[in-house]
């Protein structure tokens, strides 16, 4: 069973992966009984002295009063001299609930930074789960000695686990690539399961670095790796409150620093800084409410890559063709549905659909050589590419989705998340 | 049961309502076996010469044969003075059928035209059901002779039952006006439960009226009431292949013609007719897949009334708003989640959230004497009202839209719509 009781999502990793040691990153987890009981609710991550910081949030226009505060903090600067800390609870989102949610971050920051003697300037907060309750701050407050104590740089996995909330399985992913002078390592973490169309980056996540990189540079990577990993997921098309990805650079690696991302190590750390977010992304859609198959979706063929996004959009998020998955129905004439109302130029008679290798649909009509069993056949696959060809030009976009089942509802008709 | 064997859904009209005849409209149903088995699945209606055509299709880039036909013949002038006549079946869509579409709509247009001695291109049609498998239309065809000897002014409430698909129950609405020296009457039949989204019309929708009006003004009319109708529903974010509405006028009233809407005349049939649309509309969500609650959405106060627009969509597109409605569960976190994510300017402090007459949150936070009993209470209604206002302006939206629950899935995992 997953932290709040769930059934573990059959889409699961069979363990959670070694994550490599950051130099200068610590975790401390422990149980403050924000809401849930019997289980870890708060973690503390303290980022050595000399730490470059950039962070990507959601851009909904009611955001958690955790991510305005981190959002205004950033914008002073990303370097973070003194050193940094993250303090995090599951739970509670902190999210509308007025001037008092400012209260509880500052009162929280606030204690981490005299705790460890780091300016509260760079001492960011995330908080999840309901919202509109007020944060019992009280009870972060009370243990963040406890947490101080137990700082350890192997912490990770506990940190992935005290974060979750209708997650069935921790998430992590890790990256060592070969810098100029020495091995660079990346490690992140992640948490998320419901309300998952990220609008900018995803539920909450943390990735570390020992490269040496300068804030405004690991700003750059960060925004550049988004499109195409936390903002190319969706679960049920609904954007939370409380995104927020922060990731942080040591620069305690022995490999050279990185100055650029037109360098042949810029393009390297940027490679393998994407293949992190987008394996942490995946995580994200295989722990889907209620989800049972992982699906990529996959357009190509666009006028342009704004108008692939709204069709990959709109196929990813489509109540129908999500339940038409869950039945393992190879009811392709959903994803003409989609490809209509997307808002995207599209030529019925320029279309492809290809399930897995198949082409189900082309030229206007359900392909020549269809075979309906084939078909259903390969819907009972766990993991499905559905591909579309507009075949209009060269725009394409890649999204991952989850089916919509009987899971989805009794997770979300019966639990207050 | 409905005709798909659905249970008959519980926010379904206690009965038929009794439809007044309009003067030079005629209807027949019949059985042609398209898909289903033992029960009409044809309805042929036509109307007098001298009738005035007005039409809303969908925006959908993947719209139907049938669909783009009509669009090109209503385009040549909706002015019917040799007659017009619609012929629709259920049980398959004739969406995504290449050529092979077009050539289906002019067999069975052409059939109709050469029984009824009506020009072809006054001819029109519309099918609803399964995408991308061919029209039987020699099937169709084959029974035209029985339908045109069948016709018979009383046959809309049979009409409306021929048209069904997912529906669970036949839906009519009408309305009686005094005219000038004379009563105006309409009335209008719908299907729709499944995939109902609509970016123009809804489903299928024939409207009928006797009042005498010219086709341009009849569009106008029709055009000036969507907003408030049938693009202000929604049951799952999915639009239509194949959304149509069709509003004929047969000037056989005795009321003078309508030449002006500014006109007291003019006000009074756009009223009318609005108000068939909206009851229309009404059913259509009642009969949404699954459905077990009928949720009005109000939102006010908005910057723009394009803003409001995209406040009430999110909140009534939302799977999470929902699937805690379905829950009765007062879960009004949710809803300023999708405030936040719907791209509408918003102030988390000038937001106000009310369930029916009690406000749950406002000054950006839960209301001083909200009171979690009474609300979990109020959610057991069967009839909701959500309102949100956003203090900022004076932009308005109201949308209409139902809950989210396991009979959605039952149907569209296992059913091939």
């Given at each position: 069973m997953?932290?709040?009781g769930l059934?573990?999502?059959?889409?699961?990793?069979?363990?959670?992966?070694?994550l490599p040691v950051?130099?200068?990153?610590?975790?401390?987890s422990?149980?403050?009984?924000?809401?849930y009981?019997?289980?870890?609710?708060v973690?503390?991550?303290?980022?050595?002295e000399?730490?470059?910081?950039?962070?990507?949030f959601?851009?909904?226009?009611?955001?958690?009063?955790?991510v305005l505060?981190?959002?205004?903090?950033?914008?002073r600067?990303?370097?973070?001299?003194?050193?940094a800390a993250?303090?995090?609870?599951?739970?509670?989102?902190?999210?509308?609930?007025g001037?008092?949610g400012?209260?509880?971050?500052?009162?929280?920051?606030?204690?981490?930074?005299?705790?460890?003697?780091?300016?509260?300037?760079?001492?960011?907060?995330?908080?999840?789960?309901?919202?509109g309750?007020?944060l019992?701050?009280e009870?972060?407050?009370?243990?963040?000695?406890?947490l101080?104590r137990?700082?350890d740089?192997?912490?990770a996995?506990?940190a992935?686990?005290a974060?979750?909330?209708?997650?069935?399985?921790?998430?992590?992913?890790s990256a060592?690539?070969a810098?100029?002078?020495g091995?660079?390592r990346?490690?992140?973490?992640a948490?998320?399961?419901?309300?998952?169309?990220p609008?900018?980056?995803?539920?909450?996540?943390?990735?570390?670095?020992?490269?040496?990189?300068?804030?405004?540079?690991?700003?750059?990577?960060?925004?550049?790796?988004?499109g195409?990993?936390?903002?190319a997921?969706?679960?049920?098309?609904?954007?939370?409150?409380?995104d927020?990805?922060?990731?942080a650079?040591?620069g305690?690696?022995?490999?050279?620093?990185?100055?650029s991302?037109?360098?042949?190590?810029?393009?390297?750390?940027?490679?393998?800084?994407?293949?992190?977010?987008?394996?942490?992304?995946?995580?994200?859609?295989?722990?889907?409410?209620g989800?049972?198959?992982?699906?990529?979706?996959?357009v190509?063929?666009?006028?342009?890559?704004?108008?692939?996004?709204?069709?990959?959009?709109?196929?990813?998020?489509?109540?129908?063709?999500?339940t038409a998955?869950?039945?393992?129905?190879?009811?392709?004439?959903?994803?003409?549905?989609?490809?209509?109302?997307?808002g995207a130029?599209?030529?019925r008679?320029?279309?492809?659909?290809r399930f897995?290798?198949?082409?189900l649909?082309?030229n206007?009509?359900?392909?020549?050589?269809y075979?309906?069993?084939r078909?259903?056949?390969y819907?009972k696959?766990?993991?499905?590419?559905?591909?579309?060809?507009?075949?209009?030009?060269?725009?394409?976009?890649?999204?991952?989705?989850?089916d919509?089942?009987?899971?989805?509802?009794?997770?979300?008709?019966?639990?207050?998340?």
């Amino acid at each position: 069973m997953g932290e709040a009781g769930l059934p573990v999502s059959p889409l699961a990793p069979a363990a959670f992966p070694d994550l490599p040691v950051i130099e200068g990153v610590e975790f401390a987890s422990a149980a403050a009984g924000v809401k849930y009981r019997g289980r870890t609710d708060v973690t503390l991550i303290r980022i050595a002295e000399g730490a470059q910081i950039a962070g990507a949030f959601t851009r909904s226009a009611t955001r958690a009063a955790c991510v305005l505060d981190n959002q205004a903090k950033l914008a002073r600067g990303g370097s973070a001299d003194a050193g940094a800390a993250i303090i995090v609870n599951s739970g509670n989102a902190n999210a509308f609930t007025g001037a008092r949610g400012q209260e509880s971050v500052d009162a929280v920051t606030g204690a981490v930074a005299a705790e460890l003697g780091i300016p509260a300037t760079h001492v960011f907060s995330s908080s999840t789960g309901v919202i509109g309750e007020p944060l019992p701050h009280e009870r972060i407050v009370a243990i963040i000695g406890d947490l101080s104590r137990k700082l350890d740089p192997a912490g990770a996995a506990d940190a992935a686990r005290a974060i979750m909330t209708t997650d069935t399985f921790p998430k992590g992913a890790s990256a060592t690539l070969a810098g100029d002078g020495g091995e660079i390592r990346i490690t992140g973490i992640a948490k998320g399961s419901g309300m998952i169309a990220p609008d900018m980056a995803t539920m909450l996540v943390y990735i570390f670095t020992d490269a040496k990189i300068a804030a405004p540079l690991l700003q750059e990577v960060l925004d550049s790796g988004l499109g195409a990993t936390f903002n190319a997921i969706t679960v049920d098309s609904d954007t939370s409150t409380s995104d927020a990805l922060i990731l942080a650079a040591t620069g305690r690696s022995a490999a050279a620093e990185i100055t650029s991302l037109d360098s042949p190590a810029g393009q390297a750390f940027a490679g393998a800084l994407q293949d992190v977010m987008r394996e942490l992304a995946h995580l994200v859609v295989r722990d889907g409410e209620g989800a049972t198959k992982f699906v990529e979706v996959r357009v190509t063929g666009a006028a342009s890559d704004s108008d692939a996004k709204k069709v990959a959009r709109a196929i990813a998020d489509s109540p129908l063709v999500k339940t038409a998955i869950a039945g393992e129905d190879a009811n392709w004439g959903r994803i003409v549905m989609a490809v209509g109302k997307s808002g995207a130029e599209a030529d019925r008679d320029r279309l492809t659909i290809r399930f897995g290798d198949m082409i189900l649909a082309e030229n206007g009509w359900r392909a020549e050589n269809y075979d309906e069993d084939r078909a259903s056949d390969y819907m009972k696959n766990q993991e499905l590419l559905i591909a579309v060809d507009l075949g209009l030009g060269q725009g394409a976009q890649t999204m991952w989705t989850c089916d919509l089942t009987h899971g989805y509802i009794d997770i979300n008709a019966d639990y207050r998340s």
